[in-house]
């Protein structure tokens, strides 16, 4: 089987490179720009932008997959260029679509990352697949719009929609909540600035997620359907920095810088797996403390 997978440097695309290799797939990548350090799992990497259509299908055509994985986009909520953020997530997926549809026939399965964030501040507890949309900010509303393009070719691919809530590990940027407060306890910095400190999100391991992933890729019954990714557990702030002070033994002062409190900020994020397990079955969680140790302790 060969996996095609976009964004392959990224944090998620090389833990599942690493995964579907492991299976035995032959894995090739797309990626905007050159790696800045090897890919070990990859057969071949593909430079190209999604915004040049005319490169993406020879880039289809040469590798010619079995799966895609789409996970090329920005990814990051506090990035200033919001039309960036649309060009790449909503014309560079359908630039995509278009390519994969030459091949539709062999293709077994396309998987298309979209975001637990267009569920926005909705209440309730936890969130299922049939919450209402209700994003809060423009990488929220490029994803949902995403999976409406999504809807255009879903009758002409075979389509696989997954909303991952937030997950982590080892070679996550720093910006990103959890590394930047693994970094600082790695580091015994005397202080650590962060935002709202009332927010609490449901975290995976990004193990679980790519593993998730994977089998996804290989239940035919998936097709067609959209799926939480999660693990059903929300933490609050206060949960992850006591986490991290009882496992590197360090504790520091934590301050609050009102430049890193968003607008529009989801208070509780806390998702519902009860449709992902009734397709691909039972899933074993890796808990917090787990990964937050793994990630304290490299090296």
């Known amino acids: 089987m060969r996996a095609l997978i976009t964004g392959i440097a990224g944090f998620t695309g090389r833990y599942l490179a690493e995964e579907l290799a492991g299976a035995g797939y032959k894995v090739f990548g797309l990626v905007r720009r050159e790696p800045s350090s090897s890919l070990p799992f990859v057969s071949r ?174 239940t035919p019954a998936a097709i067609g359907g959209t799926f939480n990714v999660c693990s059903g557990k929300a933490y609050t702030l206060q949960d992850i920095l006591f986490m991290a002070r009882n496992i590197s033994g360090y504790d520091m002062e934590v301050r609050v810088n009102p430049a890193l409190v968003r607008e529009n900020e989801v208070k509780i994020l806390l998702g519902d797996r009860t449709r992902l397990e009734s397709v691909i079955g039972q899933l074993k969680d890796i808990p917090l403390d787990e990964t937050l140790r793994w990630m304290i302790e490299d090296e």
Not at 190 to 214: K, P, Q, T, W
């Open 45 to 218: 990497v593909f430079v190209c932008d999604l915004l040049d259509p005319a490169q993406l299908r020879v880039v289809v055509e040469t590798v010619q997959p079995d799966v895609v994985v789409h996970l090329a986009a920005i990814s990051f909520l506090a990035h200033k260029d919001v039309e960036a953020i649309y060009r790449t997530n909503l014309l560079g997926t359908r630039h995509l679509f278009e390519a994969l549809l030459p091949m539709s026939s062999s293709l077994k399965t396309v998987l298309l990352a979209s975001s637990a964030n267009i569920y926005g501040n909705a209440k309730g507890g936890a969130l299922d697949e049939m919450t209402p949309p209700a994003p809060a900010n423009d990488y929220a509303i490029s994803k949902l719009a995403m999976e409406y393009v999504a809807r255009l070719y879903v009758d002409r691919l075979p389509m696989v929609i997954v909303r991952p809530f937030n997950y982590t590990g080892r070679g996550q940027a720093e910006h990103f909540l959890i590394p930047k407060i693994v970094a600082h306890a790695r580091r015994r910095a005397a202080f650590i600035e962060l935002g709202n400190l009332n927010i609490a999100r449901d975290f995976s391991d990004v193990r679980m997620v790519v593993h998730c992933y994977r089998r996804l890729l290989e």
